[in-house]
């Protein structure tokens, strides 16, 4: 079952899919494109019958280099106006379905790096890594990657290194939808939320599985969307 997320997802993506489309249809000199089309059929009829060592060869070629010169410069007409907005869709999309909002409870994925040889403890075991709120941490032995569990709102990392002691306040990221960088003293920990998961696929798909983020839902379904008007428009003729 497609979460509101997903459908919001898909919905988008169809409404990028078709306008892309209706942009071509309307921005796009169509008749030139047609001319042109029909004259580089002509040329390579042409082409055939010389050899590539003649003269004429190429002239041929170069006129059919100009054409596709014409074609090219309608297609990318769409682009100027469009571009702008889908890549606004984009970050947007990006910013607010790359991710779950981290809650009180729930595991995340949490990178300790830096260069530390001391502890790294927790205000009233707010969190956990690896089911833990007080690691023992070795320079040699980072970066580790570890499982997160936020247990409070309220949370604060400290850092305990040659008699020093460095805070880095965690609160900001319950209910964050982005990775975020901590930094205490030397140590640094990374929390990285768990990946949004839009459609859930009754089958694999080579290199990205049967769980799709937001970005290969977006992208297939656009492209989907596309290729589909784009064939019905071929078809009615409405576009060359």
């Known amino acids: 079952m497609v979460s509101l997320d997903g459908l919001f997802i898909i919905l988008i993506a169809i409404g990028v899919g078709i306008s892309g489309q209706l ?11 047609r001319a042109s089309k029909g004259k580089i059929k002509e040329l390579q009829a042409e082409l055939k019958l010389v050899k590539p060592g003649e003269p004429r060869f190429k002239e041929i070629y170069s ?15 769409p682009t100027f106006v469009t571009f702008v907005p889908f890549i606004i869709v ?24 830096g260069q530390i ?3 790294l403890s927790f205000t009233n075991n707010c969190m956990t890594l690896n089911n833990s709120s007080n690691l023992t941490l070795v320079s040699t032995k980072l970066p580790q990657t570890f499982p997160a569990v936020f247990n409070s709102a309220t949370c604060t990392a400290i850092v305990s290194q040659n008699g020093k002691t ?4 965690l609160s900001s990221m319950i209910g964050s939808t982005s990775e975020k960088t901590y930094t205490a003293g030397n140590l640094t920990l990374t929390l990285e939320p768990n990946a949004l998961v ?20 977006y992208l ?7 290729i589909t008007l784009n064939r019905i428009l071929i078809h009615y003729k409405l576009v060359a």
Do not use: C, R
């Open 63 to 77: 006129q059919m280099m100009s054409e596709n010169g014409k074609i090219m410069k309608q297609s990318l007409k």
């Open 23 to 33: 942009a071509y249809l309307f921005i796009v000199d169509q008749e030139i494109v």
């Open 198 to 217: 839009v459609v859930n696929l009754p089958f694999s798909i080579p290199l990205i599985g049967n769980e799709l983020t937001w970005f290969w839902t």
């Open 90 to 113: 984009f970050l947007l999309m990006s910013a607010f379905f790359s991710y779950v909002p981290v809650a009180q409870g729930a595991p995340i994925q949490s990178v300790l790096s």
């Open 166 to 169: 460095y805070n880095a306040s």
């Open 117 to 119: 040889n001391g502890t």
């Open 220 to 226: 297939i379904i656009t492209l989907i969307t596309g």
